[in-house]
């Protein structure tokens, strides 16, 4: 199982763009990286799944290089509204029961 | 479009209770179920997850028990609750087949054992 490794916080000004690294060493073939996102007293939301290189969808990008040992998410032109955690994921077909959420990025984004 | 519902929202309980927190989603059939806590201020930890009626997987040995009685419908339970329960309570799906790449969550449930 793919452990991974991310800052604990991160602060940032409303329009800055905030790129999140996070650290997958031994990440397996079958991994795909997924990222959520989670506002107090509420459920983690899914925000962008990857296997390689480049995924962008309306909320977010994230950036896998070629060795697929690390991924970075980006998100444009923060708000006050996208303070939150925010969690790295690696997940496979191969994992199944053993999912882990690691304590997260905390992002405060500020006026 | 599919819809997760768990309750309730809040629960406060005694030493020692019992325990019944029930979770269903609409709009989808056979999903894989899974059942999360959440401490104050740390990350999730996975406690049970289903792949269909009457099958459940534990993650972790604790005082918590899992059933799935209906396709779309997932309960935790306990015989008798510990101060350590005490947390946020979180239950997620995701499509039949897919694995667990994408999970959709619940609002949860906020549990304060006294």
């Known amino acids: 199982l793919a452990k991974t490794t991310q800052p604990i916080s991160m602060d940032s000004y409303e329009g800055q763009e905030v790129n999140i690294t996070c650290s997958h060493n031994?990440?397996?073939?079958?991994?795909?990286i997924t990222w959520y996102q989670q506002f107090p007293s509420q459920g983690p939301r899914f925000i962008i799944q990857?296997?390689?290189t480049k995924v962008t969808n309306e909320v977010a990008s994230l950036f896998i290089p070629a060795d697929r040992k690390s991924s970075t998410l980006s998100l444009p032109r923060v708000s006050l509204s996208d303070t939150a955690v925010y969690y790295c994921?690696?997940?496979?077909?191969?994992?199944?029961?053993?999912?882990?959420f690691g304590a997260g990025t905390q992002v405060v984004v500020t006026p | 479009s599919q819809t997760i519902h768990q309750w309730p929202a809040t629960l406060v309980q005694p030493v020692g209770s019992p325990l019944s927190l029930e979770c269903t989603v609409e709009g989808t059939s056979n999903p894989n179920l899974y059942w999360y806590r959440q401490a104050a201020g740390r990350g999730l930890q996975l406690l049970f997850y289903s792949v269909g009626i009457g099958q459940i997987s534990s993650e972790v040995p604790q005082n918590l028990s899992a059933s799935r009685p209906q396709d779309r419908q997932f309960i935790l339970s306990s015989k008798k609750l510990l101060l350590s329960d005490s947390g946020f309570y979180l239950c997620a799906w995701s499509p039949a087949g897919q694995g667990q790449e994408t999970q959709y969550f619940g609002p949860g449930t906020r549990l304060l054992v006294l």
């Open positions: 031994n990440i397996a073939t079958n991994d795909y």
């Open positions: 994921l690696v997940v496979g077909t191969d994992s199944w029961g053993k999912l882990q």
């Open positions: 990857g296997y390689k």
